[in-house]
């Protein structure tokens, strides 16, 4: 076993559909419900939507601390992705979802950094919160979920990222398909290409990489310094697919993530962990300073806020 | 390599092979192999099989699918189920 002294989770949800709509879940059932039909099986829907459902029941963040204790991460990046503006099911406002994950950094101290996000179409408001987010609750980056909509440079989100900028948060983006209940057009890499030309002290993170448009992520980390990449989704994949990646001289643009709760029905945390670091894992070719990076350097430094004084 | 094997073993196992991935579609199953890293089988195909076993046994899918969580090698696979379709058979 590859060893490694320390590991923080770049890419986990908090698994509830308080956050999640049942509408987007039902979209992903329905992708499930073609794939077994395709292979001759009848499976009924809503057994399947229950199975998904009852792996959604962790609202405290409970279950995800004692897996990462399990797994032996020490700390996790919770990403809450607005779907409220795109999917109309959502239970609870987006202001009201910043306000419990807030909590959730006050029941688990020193376990969670929050990268949050607000679909730039509330306009205002939503600029307003995400500051507020920043100042008061101390969230540490900012969330997009460009499938709801949007472009990751589209200009309405120049005042978030003017926010990032003074703080020296970093911005996550989620990239490729999604539920069939979103759109995919913007769930491109290179959409976010002018944003990290224009915001050049902004550090962007292209979340799945490892698995959607490689090519294109590898690119942008290669060329754009304040561009990296998370790996979560590499639980879909064997794991010699990460190969490509690992040969390409990013490794430290490369982040450790598992996209927690997304998995959980192949397994817990710790199997994913271990995936990577057996003997015969790809990264066992990398040097010690690679796989720090890699599991939590990297990220660490992007988490390290630096706000701005009058005049800088 | 298994022991003798008893028809409701002989069934999960033909249902196992029913699911795998391509890639280890052909390979001789072994108990001590795992279902992630010697059979590359995915959440998909670790759902495709709990339907499959549902369907054949008249089972709950949650009854399996909760314990997905401590099942690693296909000895695990064996046991579980045969505990599950037991339990269901008494019930």
Redesign the interface.
């Known amino acids: 076993m590859i060893e490694i002294n320390r590991i923080i989770d770049g890419h986990c949800h908090v698994a509830s559909t308080d956050f999640t709509p049942r509408s987007f879940l039902e979209g992903v059932i329905d992708n499930?419900v073609s794939?077994?039909a395709a292979?001759g099986?009848?499976?009924d829907r809503n057994?399947?939507l229950?199975?998904y459902l009852?792996k959604m029941r962790d609202p405290d963040c409970d279950e995800l601390i004692s897996e990462m204790a399990d797994a032996g991460i020490e700390k996790a990046v919770l990403l809450l992705p607005d779907f409220t503006y795109a999917l109309k099911d959502s239970t609870l406002t987006i202001s009201e979802m910043f306000d419990r994950h807030q909590a959730l950094l006050q029941r688990h101290p020193d376990k969670f950094f929050v990268f949050a996000g607000v679909d730039p179409r509330w306009g205002i408001d939503g600029i307003q919160l995400f500051e507020k987010a920043v100042n008061e609750y101390g969230f540490h980056g900012l969330k997009l979920y460009p499938p709801c909509g949007y472009s990751p440079s589209d200009r309405t989100l120049y005042p978030y990222y003017e926010i990032c900028a003074h703080h020296g948060l970093p911005v996550l983006t989620h990239t490729g398909a999604t539920s069939p209940t979103l759109g995919f057009e913007t769930a491109r890499p290179i959409f976010i290409d002018q944003a990290a030309l224009d915001f050049p002290t902004i550090n962007f993170i292209l979340a799945h990489g490892s698995i959607n448009y490689v090519e294109e992520c590898i690119m942008l980390c290669a060329f754009r310094p304040n561009i990296y990449l998370d790996i979560s989704g590499f639980?879909?994949?064997?794991?010699e697919h990460l190969n490509p990646l690992l040969n390409r001289g990013i490794n430290h643009k490369i982040i450790f993530g598992t996209d927690w709760p997304v998995?959980?029905?192949?397994?817990?945390q710790k199997?994913f962990v271990e995936?990577l670091l057996?003997d015969d894992s790809p990264l066992g070719n990398l040097r010690k300073y690679e796989l720090e990076a890699i599991f939590h350097k990297s990220i660490q430094a992007l988490l390290n806020r630096q706000t701005k004084t009058r005049g800088e | 390599m298994f022991g003798s094997r008893d028809r409701t073993e002989t069934t999960v196992l033909k249902l196992l092979r029913e699911?795998l991935p391509a890639?280890s579609a052909r390979m001789e199953i072994l108990p001590e192999m795992t279902l992630?890293?010697d059979l590359?089988m995915?959440?998909?195909a670790?759902?495709?099989f709990?339907?499959?076993l549902?369907?054949e046994f008249d089972i709950?899918?949650?009854q399996f699918?909760?314990r997905?969580?401590d099942?690693?090698t296909v000895n695990d696979v064996l046991v579980t189920a045969k505990r599950i379709i037991e339990q269901t058979k008494a019930a």
């Open positions: 499930v794939a077994l292979q099986l009848r499976p057994s399947l229950k199975l009852d639980e879909m994949t064997p794991v998995f959980r029905m192949q397994g817990p199997s995936k057996d | 699911t890639r992630q890293k590359a995915d959440s998909l670790l759902l495709a709990t339907v499959r549902g369907e709950d899918l949650n699918a909760d997905i969580g099942i690693r």
